[in-house]
């Protein structure tokens, strides 16, 4: 029998129907709730997705001008069309068309941070993508090129994505700095708890990346002979291994201070003052 041509190859399925591959009826034998997990992590991901495009869009409460108080989904807010006093870095930008997030330019590369992130990657193949929903259990694509093309291969551009995220987190850092102010001089309240708390956990999530851990530790041959990097590699990794808990923790921690913001701008709530 003559072997067969390349666009047979091609062709032939190379998921769980792929020669040599067992062949079962059912497609899965896991009688627990393996669903849960992936069910659970769509809504999740759904909840912070809605919430987050909708509070990009409205353009409403989020700033405190009394206490400089400004949302991480409006920073850096650079055009004419942000509120007076919330532009911490000037206005590089007029007036923005209302459909445009005024969050533009830090938006997409945050968004793309979070999607090509290792694990949210894992998240959503699974929960999403079906790509296998769980272990054990069979995909419903007869085949499988990983991220090999695109669109996946675009994947692989996370690690500039870590780049600009650490930037991103410098300019939360220096929000919530700033927002150590009241109407009398220095002062802080609950909404600064909230805003320190959210720019210490982004940081973590941000330094617990696998980029990161590569970019301390990576393309060494011998750690006796970089024994700064190494230690930097052990610590990062020791927070790489709470990537997972990192990456959901700091949606929280991103929507709440939102929130709170939000409620304090609008007048829902008067922050809880400690000082000033
Ligand atoms: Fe998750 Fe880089 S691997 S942020």
């Not at 999607?115 to 790509?131: E, Q």
């Not at 909230?194 to 956990?201: A, M, Q, R, T």
């Not at 991103?254 to 709170?260: E, S």
Request: proline share 6%; hydrophobic share 45%.
């Amino acid at each position: 029998m003559s072997a067969p041509a390349d666009n047979d190859v091609s062709r032939a399925p190379t998921g769980v129907r792929a020669p040599g591959r067992a062949r079962l009826a059912a497609r899965t034998l896991r009688t627990d709730r393996w669903w849960l997990s992936p069910l659970l992590t769509v809504l999740g991901l759904a909840t912070f997705v809605v919430y987050a495009t909708v509070r990009a869009f409205v353009r409403t409460a989020y700033w405190v001008p009394e206490y400089h108080y400004l949302t991480p989904f409006y920073s850096p807010c650079v055009s004419t069309s942000c509120v007076e006093g919330s532009s911490h870095f000037g206005h590089w930008f007029g007036e923005m068309p209302s459909w445009l997030p005024l969050g533009v330019l830090v938006l997409p590369f945050l968004l793309g941070f979070r999607l090509t992130c290792y694990y949210y990657r894992k998240a959503y193949y699974r929960s999403v993508w079906f790509s296998p929903p769980a272990c054990a259990v069979a995909e419903p694509h007869a085949r499988y090129t990983g991220e090999t093309r695109l669109p996946l291969i675009v994947q692989n551009v996370h690690r500039y994505f870590f780049y600009v995220a650490c930037v991103v987190s410098l300019v939360n850092t220096y929000d919530a700095i700033v927002a150590f102010q009241s109407p009398t001089g220095f002062g802080f309240g609950l909404g600064n708890v909230i805003l320190v708390l959210n720019v210490v956990l982004l940081w973590a999530y941000t330094l617990s990346c696998h980029s990161c851990r590569h970019v301390t530790g990576g393309r060494l041959k011998h750690f006796s002979k970089h024994p700064v990097r190494y230690w930097i590699w052990t610590q990062v990794t020791k927070l790489n291994t709470r990537h997972m808990a990192l990456a959901w923790t700091t949606l929280g921690t991103l929507v709440l201070t939102d929130f709170y913001v939000m409620l304090v701008s609008s007048g829902a709530i008067s922050d809880l003052r400690f000082v000033g």
